[in-house]
């Protein structure tokens, strides 16, 4: 067998991605299912959409194991920011409804 030419290796490389993008969508759902829940729990029981130190001790965590697969732990941190800034407006979005 003759070695993958560059655009056999391009495309075998973009059929993983392929892959992996598709479980990142279904694991973000997962995730938003779960934080639809929380922020009908806080707005259930006046609880504050948003929690700090949850959100430090959860950087903190997600920084160690970034560092420990050899991703950007800053590029981990802005991810998870990017993320829980969309759930607040969620669970902000749940609350005024549920208090309207
Ligand atoms: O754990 C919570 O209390 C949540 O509301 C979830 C979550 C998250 O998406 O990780 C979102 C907002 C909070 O500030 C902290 C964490």
Known sequence: MSDPTPLERLERLR????????????MLAERFR????????????DMPAADPSRESRQID??????VDA?????FAEKWFNFVVA?????????ADEHNA
């Open 15 to 26: 059929s993983s991605i392929d892959n992996i993008d598709a479980a990142l969508v279904h």
């Open 34 to 45: 779960c934080t639809q829940e929380v922020g009908q729990l806080k707005a259930e029981h």
């Open 61 to 66: 965590r997600l920084k160690g194991l970034a």
């Open 70 to 74: 050899h991703l950007d732990p800053e």
């Open 86 to 94: 969309e759930v607040i407006q969620h669970h902000t979005q749940i």
